[in-house]
Each structure stands twice: as C-alpha cells, then as structure tokens.
C-alpha cells in the first residue's frame, strides 16, 4: 500500500523558516502533479501549493503568496515546501498528497505539525 511520508516540521519563531518534505513509501511520484494542504486546530484542511509533475504549473494559496515555495526533486521522489517569514497563523498539521484539480487524491499521510510562536 502507498504511503505519504511528511517531515520537516517543528517549532519555530515567528519570522522563521522550515522546510518541509513530502516522499511516498512504494510508489514513485514524479509522473504526478503533487500539492501540500494543512490543517489548523478547529478548522477544514485548505490548500497551500501545487506542482505538475515537471515542476511548473505551479500554484500558491493567497494566505501564503511571497513566503512559501514549492519545488520538487523526481531523483529524490521527494516534494518540497519551503516556508519562510512564518507567521503564527501558519500553525496547522501540514500534508502533501497527489492532486488532481487541486483535489487529493490518496489516502493522507501522518502529516507533519507546523508550530510558530508569537
């Protein structure tokens, strides 16, 4: 079965960076356009950032325009989310999954917790 790995996240400072990864445990995800979505305490999972699968078309939720970035390395199977001048309101579960219309499209990962102090 295919499973979606998340990590990078932690507890960072507002104005900070982390950077996150997204990889896949038995199936490779470089034929895919791929997005990250998060979820905050109390609130619907949204969408942050997608990618086609050769790296363009890519697409970034207005609450986050200017400070993340989504990249990805189909060497490394691995997606990208770079997430600078973080704010409190960033906090949330982060998960990456397969998107089709900016839509998920496998069964979500663990995700990984995003926390930034005031």
């Known amino acids: 079965q295919v499973q979606l790995v998340e990590s990078g996240g932690g507890y960072v400072q507002a104005g900070g960076s982390l950077r996150l990864s997204c990889t896949a445990s038995?199936?490779?995800?470089?034929?895919?356009?791929m997005g990250w979505f998060r979820q905050a305490p109390g609130k619907e999972r949204e969408f942050v950032a997608k990618?086609?699968?050769?790296?363009?078309?890519?697409g970034v939720a207005d609450s986050v325009k200017g400070r993340f970035t989504i990249s990805r390395d189909n060497a490394k199977n691995t997606v990208f989310l770079q997430m600078d001048s973080l704010k409190p309101e960033d906090t949330a579960v982060y998960y990456c999954?397969?998107?089709?219309?900016?839509?998920?499209?496998?069964?979500w990962g663990q995700g990984t917790q995003v926390t930034v102090s005031s």
């Open positions: 990618i086609d699968w050769s790296g363009g078309n890519i």
């Open positions: 038995g199936r490779t995800l470089s034929i895919y356009a």
């Open positions: 999954n397969v998107v089709r219309n900016m839509r998920p499209q496998w069964s």
